[in-house]
């Protein structure tokens, strides 16, 4: 096999390969992050080293053709990088270049040289071959280093952070967490072969909360177990006013209003909503503000029946508190373990609503109605515990057959449920990933079976149920 014909079976995997592919349709929609850019990377180096190990032993320029391949990874990997950063940067509104680390000719020469050692076996040689993708993922990890410390040195706050493939061995799992860039392990951008550790960057700026359509700052380290800081009523009014550009800065908006659907609102008779009131009632629902209802009362109707019916479904002890009020862009929440707050905006016409969601594949559920559901979601999450990702896993093996890792299965859910399925939990305050942090996958996944089912939302449910004896 000539070295022409190998490149050109490397590439045709890496094009037609549907991961790869979903991560490219990602970036050119603007929805791909770092984690993504590290999961090209691996993917990428994982093909060009099974190829390369196939046939090295019949390569006559063994040394010339993997470091012609490891240069043509480079190139494909920073490309990537590099789309990814600059969307990334877009949506902060920061106008920095990408930074490209020079490529690694020396550390590629060792590795390519390694194969025509002629004092190792065959069998040796092979193994070479599949080490040259640790080499390759190495690119991104110099891509990471490289950027963040540009822009530290640019004023802003960057953090490095390692996390373990969920098979790390013990030297993996003393490097994984989260450092201020400066402050981390020379190790940290280190890997040895077969190392699967995911290593990315962030600017200490601001991430969205897709439910909400929030932002939220980036925590430091630790910064979780402070004291909060109490202000009187005029300075909390002067800080909310000093903010307020910028909460308002990621919102989706109609017609420049910060109501995010549009809809208009109804006038409703006291009788009507005296009746709406005792309607959720009779359903085991305390209304905290029906005489406030500015909505579609038949499709409120419907949320509370369904709402109920999930809560009897799942054995939620408590008493829920429904409140419906004006939340700008937000869409729900729940507070307290037994209060849900919906959004009165998106209660006031299905068909706003929805078209509002279809927009994007930020939420599961394209239905107002999958508003109540996801916040129900929590509460039973809340009862039986954070269990949303290991139960995902084990989904997609019962699904797929494969055997994923928690990151590939987070890949998953954004692919085949929603993107903020595989939101983090911006208030878990350790650095370390745990699979108890992603608060938002029984929501979504809840939501979208109710209201568009699918093989993968019936088997998480069945296995959800099963674990929780249901």
Not at 128 to 153: I, L
Not at 202 to 214: A, T
């Amino acid at each position: 096999m000539t070295g022409e014909e190998l490149k050109a079976i490397i590439a045709e995997r890496i094009e037609r390969d549907p991961r790869l592919r979903k991560i490219r349709a990602k970036t050119a929609k603007g929805k791909a992050t770092k984690a993504d850019s590290f999961q090209y990377s691996r993917i990428c180096s994982e093909i060009m080293s099974e190829e390369l190990a196939k046939a090295v032993l019949d390569l006559d320029d063994r040394e010339g053709i993997c470091a012609a391949l490891l240069r043509g990874n480079y190139e494909e990997i920073m490309q990537t990088a590099d789309a990814i950063q600059r969307s990334i940067d877009e949506k902060q509104g920061i106008h920095m270049q990408p930074r490209r680390p020079a490529f690694p000719a020396e550390r590629v020469q060792q590795i390519a040289h390694s194969l025509v050692d002629p004092t190792v076996p065959d069998e040796k040689i092979v193994r070479r071959a599949r080490s040259t993708a640790t080499v390759s993922m190495s690119f991104h990890d110099d891509f990471v280093q490289e950027n963040a410390a540009f822009r530290a040195k640019a004023g802003l706050k960057c953090y490095i952070t390692r996390v373990t493939d969920g098979k790390c061995c013990a030297w993996c799992a003393k490097l994984a967490g989260r450092y201020e860039y400066g402050e981390e392990p020379e190790e940290v951008y280190h890997r040895h072969d077969n190392c699967g550790c995911t290593v990315t960057y962030e600017n200490g700026r601001k991430r969205q909360d897709v439910w909400s359509k929030r932002e939220w700052e980036v925590p430091e380290p630790g910064a979780g177990a402070q004291k909060p800081v109490r202000l009187t009523r005029e300075q909390a009014a002067t800080t909310e006013q000093a903010h307020l550009p910028q909460m308002m800065a990621g919102r989706k908006t109609v017609a420049g209003s910060i109501d995010p659907i549009g809809a208009s609102p109804t006038v409703h008779t006291i009788q009507e909503l005296l009746s709406l009131a005792q309607y959720a009632r009779e359903r085991g629902f305390q209304f905290y503000n029906p005489m406030q209802f500015d909505g579609d009362i038949t499709l409120l109707m419907e949320q509370i029946d369904i709402m109920a019916s999930l809560r009897d479904e799942y054995r939620i002890p408590q008493r829920i508190v429904l409140q419906v009020s004006d939340l700008g862009a937000d869409l729900g929440k729940t507070i307290q373990r037994r209060t849900i707050i919906i959004s009165s905006t998106a209660m006031r016409s299905d068909a706003a609503t929805s078209a509002y969601l279809n927009a994007d594949n930020a939420l599961s559920s394209t239905s107002a109605i999958g508003i109540g559901v996801h916040e129900i979601g929590h509460l039973i999450a809340a009862r039986y515990g954070e269990i949303g990702l290991d139960i995902a896993r084990k989904t997609c093996y019962n699904i797929t057959g494969e055997e994923l890792d928690y990151f590939q299965t987070l890949d998953y859910l954004i692919d085949h449920v929603s993107d903020y399925s595989a939101t983090r939990n911006p208030q878990a305050t350790s650095p370390l990933f745990k699979p108890t942090h992603y608060h938002e996958i029984f929501p979504e996944v809840l939501a979208k079976h109710i209201t568009n089912p699918d093989e993968f939302t019936a088997e998480f449910i069945r296995l959800l149920k099963e674990a929780c004896n249901l």
